[in-house]
């Protein structure tokens, strides 16, 4: 199964909160498996996810993927 690119994106959680993360999808849509929450350690961020290959792997695998970035981490999407 090959996978889509990643996508970049924010969601406010609230007026003053919001929250970064990179998501990929297998190419069949419509047959993919659960959805699989990484998350990361306090000195990473999401992107760590995509430059060690595991929500690529796991989109392969048929699964919808989303890595998101922790307040505290890495991130400087905040």
Known sequence: MVVSGA???K???SQNVKVFYHE?????TCN?????????????SSK???DLG???VLAAMGYQTVAMDVRG??????
Do not use: C, M, R
Request: proline share 3%; net charge neutral.
């Open 7 to 9: 996508k970049e994106s």
């Open 11 to 13: 969601i406010n959680i």
């Open 24 to 28: 990929v999808l297998p190419k069949d």
């Open 32 to 44: 993919f498996h659960i959805s699989i929450l990484l998350l990361h350690g306090a000195v990473f």
């Open 48 to 50: 760590t996810w995509l």
């Open 54 to 56: 595991t929500i690529q």
């Open 73 to 78: 981490g890495l991130s400087v999407h905040y």
